[in-house]
């Protein structure tokens, strides 16, 4: 399975416009060699850097095996996204506090779909794919805090 951005490319600089301090925009993510025998995809931003520990800035679980592309602007109506670290529902893009932060994007393919509410935390999230991922994929990339987010 192979997660990839228009975007930014593996190791690269995120777009600024990902950023919560701009346009807090999920970049665009192209998905592709999915498993045949997978049921749901689910994708995971985390901030490795955080002096809080990991952070998630997104969680969504449910998309259909089939997805290629997904962007802020069409998510599938099957999905449910879960709360971010910050205790948000949704995209929170990253803004580091100071210095350079390193952002995993993980892609999960799972033998089922998950029964999670909409809002569902990560320790929840982590506790129902348990032992039900089949593959992962992942893409990092580093954002930089700008001056002008000061």
């Keep these: 399975m192979q997660l ?3 975007e930014f490319h593996d ?3 995120l777009p600024w416009s990902a950023s919560a301090a701009n346009e807090n925009r ?3 993510l192209d998905i592709m060699g999915v498993p045949k025998n997978a049921k749901t995809l689910a994708l995971l931003i985390s901030d490795l850097d955080s002096p809080l520990g990991m952070i998630t800035h997104w969680l969504i679980w449910n998309l259909p ?3 290629h592309r997904l962007s802020a602007t069409d998510l599938p109506t099957s999905s449910a996204i879960g709360m971010s670290g910050f205790g948000k529902v949704g995209y929170l893009g990253p803004t580091p506090p100071e210095g350079t932060h390193r952002y995993q994007f993980t892609l999960i393919a799972l033998d089922q779909s998950l029964s999670l509410k909409q809002g569902a935390t990560r320790q929840q999230f982590d506790r129902a794919s348990a ?20």
């Design 4 to 6: 990839s951005s228009p």
């Design 65 to 67: 095996p089939a997805t």
């Design 11 to 13: 190791g690269g600089t």
């Design 131 to 150: 032992g039900h991922q089949l593959d992962q994929a992942q893409l990092m990339a580093t954002l930089e805090r700008h001056q002008s987010a000061q």
């Design 26 to 28: 999920l970049p665009t």
